[in-house]
């Protein structure tokens, strides 16, 4: 299987080879940083040039110089100064090193070229390729000849390994991670046991209450979550996936399948999953933190196939529920391409349409762009246009994130997001404890009018602070903005939690939701809850 990943590698390095690379600026830190280590004896000097600077065309002929440079560099001698630049520039070059190639000889990475027309690899590269592969590694599909293999590589290439991937520990707690996977089934799973208190009366007059549906209710015990996974590989093409759910909103508490689907593999990087799959694609540009976003995030019941480049991934599907009760039937088909512009830069195209057996098709379009500003903060920004068979709203959203630092004492998660009149959600988005705006997936939900009906603008700012590896807190405030002249929707959220091992947490949460439904509701939730991963 490593085999394998080389050689895919090296394939997809010698077409992108060919492609045009952004120029890189005289005044780039990466003309610094090799200066620096010219200076020091570590990398050897330009070959050609007045002034004796170093003139790369573009990107692409820095990476190929630097790689070069790599064969005579000495990792055991270097100081952490010397590293450290080494490291940085090995970070902003890793795309460029990549797509120059790493050509192993096609019996044993490791084994000498003699006799052959392979090249044999510098260290760098072959810690390189080791770093990149642990990350790309499907566990169910090693074998254990090539978990040793690779248990071997960590310990050989422990130096080198420190400069490509400073998180050596890391790297070898996946492959303890990867070895739990390797052969027969896998079992996984999650509990989550919620006790909760709220006051009881704050239902709808369309009989939806903010936390119970149940008028006279002010507290419950439930399971919110209770999952059961299972994981075959069936061969190194093919893998079967299935989860088991309890459902809370039933009064027997039945099991029922969620998921169960074939994931295979075909040539060329394309992939397939068939079956009853779940698709997030929200989440894979990072634009909501909660339970759910406001479309994806969803199980569906058909073909998706996925196509990997070396810059992105495109995937499509067609799908149609199951027959059952409270399933709107009909065809739903998206698409998606997702692109990085740069090891900072990536944007998403997507497209999901509707076809229900009754009524109008529905259709959802937007772009997503990210930027990461610096290794703390990050600004994202969507566009959405939705066709609700009846209008054509649009809205917009821009998201400002920062990560908690040892000089910060949070993170940091700002959003704003304003529709047109008309706007659906199909998730209950910016409601993960009690429902206050509404939603609708054709399924079902809280309140069939358009939450865009009633309101306009909605500001999200969640806090995390992390105070030691057990004990960590959040804060979440949500504000709807009423379109007209109503009482804007407000939920406020803070919350203790405690991890006492690394597979269960307590945590202690206090939720308050005011003018729910634009009909004056408010309540209060005190939940305890208990979570456990397996």
């Not at 071997?152 to 991937?165: C, Q």
């Amino acid at each position: 299987m490593i085999l394998t990943l080389v050689v895919i590698l090296c394939s997809a390095a010698q077409a992108a080879w060919g492609s045009p690379f952004s120029t890189v600026s005289r005044d780039h830190w990466a003309y610094k940083d090799i200066e620096y280590l010219r200076s020091k004896g570590i990398i050897p000097g330009p070959e050609e040039g007045p002034e004796d600077h170093w003139h790369f065309a573009d990107r692409g002929e820095a990476a190929a110089a630097l790689a070069r440079t790599l064969e005579v560099f000495d990792a055991s001698t270097a100081t952490e100064e010397e590293k450290s630049n080494l490291k940085r520039i090995l970070a902003f070059f890793a795309r460029d090193l990549e797509a120059a190639g790493v050509i192993f000889p096609k019996d044993d990475p490791l084994a000498a070229s003699a006799g052959t027309e392979d090249i044999q690899p510098s260290r760098f590269e072959t810690a390189g390729l080791l770093a990149r592969t642990l990350e790309t590694v499907d566990r169910e599909k090693i074998d254990k000849a090539d978990l040793e293999r690779v248990d071997r590589l960590v310990d050989e290439y422990r130096e080198e390994l420190n400069l490509w991937a400073p998180d050596v520990e890391g790297l070898e707690e996946r492959v303890a991670t990867i070895e739990e996977g390797v052969g027969g089934w896998h079992l996984s799973g999650t509990l989550r046991f919620d006790a909760n208190y709220y006051r009881a009366g704050a239902v709808g007059s369309e009989g939806y209450g903010i936390y119970t549906d149940d008028p006279g209710q002010d507290s419950d015990t439930r399971f919110s979550r209770m999952w059961l996974n299972i994981l075959k590989r069936v061969d190194d093409k093919v893998s079967f996936f299935s989860r088991l759910e309890m459902d809370s909103d039933s009064e027997e508490n039945g099991l029922f399948v969620d998921q169960a689907y074939i994931l295979a593999d075909f040539p060329g990087n394309w992939g397939s999953y068939i079956g009853r799959w779940y698709f997030d694609w929200e989440a894979d540009d990072s634009l909501y933190l909660g339970e759910e976003p406001i479309f994806t995030h969803r199980v569906m019941n058909g073909f998706l196939v996925r196509h990997d480049l070396p810059m992105g991934h495109f995937e499509a599907y067609a799908s149609r529920p199951e027959k059952e009760t409270g399933a709107e039937q009909g065809y739903e088909f998206g698409a998606r391409y997702k692109m990085h512009l740069s090891e900072r830069l990536r944007f998403s195209l997507n497209a999901i349409e509707r076809q229900p057996d009754e009524g109008f098709d529905k259709q959802i379009l937007w772009t997503a762009a990210g930027l990461d500003l610096n290794p703390f903060w990050t600004v994202r920004g969507a566009i959405y246009r939705q066709d609700t068979g009846t209008d054509t709203p649009y809205a917009f959203q821009a998201i400002l994130q920062g990560k908690q630092t040892e000089r910060a004492l949070t993170s940091f998660w700002l959003e704003f997001m304003s529709f047109d009149q008309g706007f659906e959600f199909w998730n209950s988005a910016y409601q993960d404890y009690g429902t206050f705006m509404g939603w609708n997936d054709g399924e079902g939900g809280h309140s069939t009018t358009p939450v865009g009906d009633v309101y306009d603008n909605i500001l999200f700012i969640r806090l995390d602070q992390q105070w030691d590896e057990k004990i960590s807190s959040f804060q979440r405030y949500v504000l709807a903005l009423h379109r007209y002249d109503g009482e804007n929707a407000l939920n406020f959220t803070v919350g203790l939690k405690y991890r006492y091992t690394p597979n269960i947490a307590f945590i202690l949460v206090y939720d308050k939701v005011e003018e729910a439904f634009d009909e004056g509701l408010d309540d209060h939730l005190i939940q305890l809850r208990t979570e456990v991963w397996f």
